[in-house]
């Protein structure tokens, strides 16, 4: 066993770049997970950062200077964050809270409808299941208003740490944005001279990464954006709601498209029942799901994710659970980095290192 232990190790870790690969990873793997709340911000404007550098480059590429560039690429952001905070959240917080409040109604029209069940299909469901089904309801119903009362007595430290957001996170952008080459010297010059493998990882992994987040920022925009344009010239109630929570499915690959359907269809059925205008919006939501997945995505994504869906599934639940909403989006983006690091990985010669042996 110790053998067959020393001969893997000296495989996979003979190769001093491996061995260096390997601390990096660990120790940045494990500065996220124990100072990933108080690192928060910074990990924050990174990926904003990443987001603004490919207009930079290209207004860089026309001749413009870079500090202009970054000046120009900066204000537009800080005039979107402006329209997102004065615009956008209102509006979203208005038609949260008219849901909220529309629920015991539509709970209601649920439970006239549960109850006629039993007479119609008195061979599949019974009085007692539809009775236990709306007890079960209420009590869903009852814990979600608790929720929502306990967050707006606790909605001061939220506020607080939401303006700190918008202080710090702006400012981190800019700076990242702006000396990016010099913070690039300087965590290199804490690098070896020979670092072959630690670049050809980094250089594959800006690549996934950057296209990755960009390219999912814009899939976000536009299926949003459409969705709310198709729900409201339909006439559907909270369009600007469930049009957020259709341009945020997407960051779930095969999961949240069907999530996400659920609400659509209850809020459909609620305000039109089981009639053509509700058969129009699951024809239109199922419409803008297949051009997402066949158009939009093959467009905007230069490179193809080479991973299997079990492999996306099982990054999603596990980056998830360990960093929430971050971890959900960077999930494939950080299995590519695995697959990349695996495939770069030097190995020895096994059969050399059998015939040395004997």
């Not at 996979?12 to 990873?25: H, K, P, R, T």
């Not at 007692?128 to 079960?136: A, C, F, K, T």
């Not at 250089?203 to 299926?223: D, H, S, V």
């Not at 193809?304 to 929430?324: R, S, T």
Request: charged share 10%; with cysteine.
């Amino acid at each position: 066993m110790i053998k067959v232990f020393r001969n893997w190790f000296h495989r996979y870790f003979s190769d001093e770049q491996a061995v260096l690969l390997g601390v990096l990873l660990v120790l940045g793997f494990t500065a996220v997970l124990t100072l990933g709340g108080m690192l928060a911000p910074v990990l924050a404007g990174l990926v904003l950062a990443f987001l603004m550098q490919g207009a930079v480059n290209g207004l860089e590429r026309i001749g413009v200077p870079h500090t202009g560039a970054v000046w120009l690429v900066f204000l537009i952001f800080i005039g979107i964050l402006m329209a997102i905070l004065l615009v956008l959240l209102p509006l979203l917080w208005q038609q949260l809270f008219t849901l909220f409040n529309e629920l015991p109604r539509m709970l209601r029209d649920w439970q006239d409808l549960l109850l006629l069940l039993p007479e119609r299909y008195p061979q599949l469901i019974t009085d007692e299941q539809v009775l236990r089904g709306i007890d079960s309801a209420r009590g869903e119903l009852g814990r979600l208003g608790q929720v929502m009362l306990s967050f707006s007595l606790s909605s001061l430290p939220i506020l607080m740490n939401a303006v700190i957001y918008l202080v710090l996170v702006p400012i981190l952008v800019f700076f990242f944005l702006m000396d990016r080459k010099q913070i690039g010297r300087w965590f290199r010059s804490y690098l070896p001279q020979e670092r072959t493998l630690i670049t050809q990882v980094a250089l594959e992994m800006n690549r996934q990464i950057a296209n990755y987040i960009r390219g999912k920022a814009i899939e976000i925009l536009i299926c949003a954006v459409v969705a709310y344009f198709s729900f409201a010239l339909m006439g559907l109630n909270y369009a600007m709601l469930l049009a957020l929570l259709v341009g945020f499915s997407v960051v779930v690959p095969y999961v949240g498209a069907v999530v996400v359907t659920v609400p659509i269809a209850l809020i459909g059925f609620f305000q039109w029942g089981w009639g053509d205008q509700f058969i129009y919006l699951m024809v239109v939501y199922a419409i803008l799901q297949a051009l997402d997945g066949n158009v939009l995505v093959p467009l905007l994504f230069s490179e193809a994710v080479n991973l299997h869906p079990v492999v996306i599934i099982c990054a999603v639940l596990l980056f998830g659970g360990l960093w929430g909403f971050w971890g959900i989006f960077f999930a494939i983006p950080l299995a590519t980095l695995f697959k990349a690091v695996l495939d770069a990985w030097p190995r020895g010669n096994p059969q050399i290192e059998t015939a040395d042996s004997l």
